[in-house]
């Protein structure tokens, strides 16, 4: 079963840039549909980026439009989230999901393989 994997979460002053990987061992992502969604303590998990399968479309959420860029290298079978322009507000686990069909969108609930999540705080 597909197991995305996340990294690249640590901590960043606000202002700050960090960028999130996802890959998957022994599956090509180029053939799911990605979204990045992140989930700060006390809240619902939230949407943030997304990328089709297909064209490599993209879609954000109002919250990081401009700020963030997903993307693909499928030479390395990877998707990253750059995140630049942080804010306090963007502190929570963020969590690559996977699916088959090619552009899931920002709901969760339409994500059928999920990674474990790796944590960004932005502080001063």
């Known amino acids: 079963q597909l197991q995305p994997v996340e990294s690249g979460g640590g901590l960043v002053q606000p202002g700050g840039s960090l960028r999130l990987s996802c890959t998957a061992s022994?599956?090509?992502?180029?053939?799911?549909?990605i979204g990045w969604f992140r989930q700060a303590p006390g809240k619902d998990r939230e949407g943030v980026a997304c990328?089709?399968?297909?064209?490599?479309?993209?879609y954000y959420a109002d919250s990081v439009k401009g700020r963030f860029t997903i993307s693909r290298d499928s030479a390395k079978n990877t998707v990253y989230l750059q995140m630049n322009s942080l804010k306090l507000e963007d502190t929570a686990v963020y969590f690559c999901?996977?699916?088959?069909?090619?552009?899931?969108?920002?709901?969760?609930?339409?994500?059928?393989?999920w990674g474990r999540g790796t944590p960004v705080t932005v502080s001063s």
């Open positions: 999901a996977a699916d088959p069909f090619h552009f899931p969108g920002l709901r969760a609930s339409k994500y059928d393989y």
């Open positions: 022994g599956f090509t992502l180029d053939y799911y549909g």
């Open positions: 990328i089709s399968s297909t064209d490599d479309s993209t």
